[in-house]
């Protein structure tokens, strides 16, 4: 049963990095089928897609976020990683990694999500 | 203040039908493909519905989807104190890509 998991600091101080990676296990981050993806919820609020990557590193990245998003895939480690620049208090949020599966077009597979605030 | 809207909060007592609406455009859902989630809170989103009206093996059939012009809705029949939970839809947007409406949190009287 394919399982997705969160890591990284909880906690980054406003304008540095924030980076985040999600490892992928009981299944492999290979296939043509999927894209792989990381949205975050602000407390209180709904969802927001951030970004999503191809086992082979392309990337599709929200609009509102690009010009401060990375992501890149590592095929080897079986993870995808994350990372947002010049963070402030708005990037305060649960942030999850998922997988977008192509056939359906939709997440179908969560991470439990990884709660990250961003204060001095 | 998404493209995609939905209203904050819906309501039913046990083994009533509700539904919730998902409202968007032209360049989301006139064109593309809805889902919808479901988050028992402090939980991670999960997926109940797909490409409109598809569930996922495991969804209960109590759970249904439709989409009409630029509008989707969800329904949940047979209401149960387990369904309380926010309910998101999710499409494809031209211009802005993956879109989430607000959620809606459904209570269970």
């Known amino acids: 049963q394919l399982q997705l998991q969160e890591s990284g600091p909880g906690l980054v101080k406003p304008s540095e990095t924030l980076s985040l990676t999600c490892t992928v296990s009981g299944g492999s981050i290979r296939g043509s089928t999927y894209y792989w993806g990381w949205l975050r919820q602000p407390p209180g609020k709904g969802l927001e897609w951030i970004g999503s990557?191809?086992?082979?590193?392309?990337?599709f990245y929200s609009p509102s976020l690009e010009s401060r998003l990375t992501m890149s895939v590592d095929t080897s480690k079986n993870h995808f990683s994350l990372k947002v620049r010049s963070v402030t208090a708005a990037d305060t949020a649960m942030y999850y990694c998922?997988?977008?599966?192509?056939?359906?077009?939709?997440?179908?597979?969560w991470g439990q999500g990884t709660k990250v605030i961003v204060s001095s | 203040q998404s493209v995609v809207t939905q209203p904050p909060s819906a309501s039913g007592t046990p083994g009533q039908r509700v539904t919730i609406s998902c409202s968007g455009s032209s360049s989301n859902i006139g064109r593309n493909a809805v889902n919808w989630y479901q988050q028992v809170p402090g939980t991670a989103p999960k997926l109940l519905i797909y490409t409109n009206t598809q569930r996922p093996s495991g969804v209960p059939d109590r759970f249904s989807g439709s989409k009409s012009g630029t509008s989707a809705s969800l329904a949940i029949s047979g209401l149960q104190s387990e369904d309380e939970a926010i309910y998101h839809c999710e499409v494809w947007d031209d211009n802005l890509k993956a879109v989430f409406g607000g959620g809606t949190k459904l209570s269970v009287l």
């Open positions: 990557i191809s086992e082979g590193g392309s990337t």
């Open positions: 998922a997988r977008r599966n192509l056939d359906s077009h939709a997440f179908d597979v």
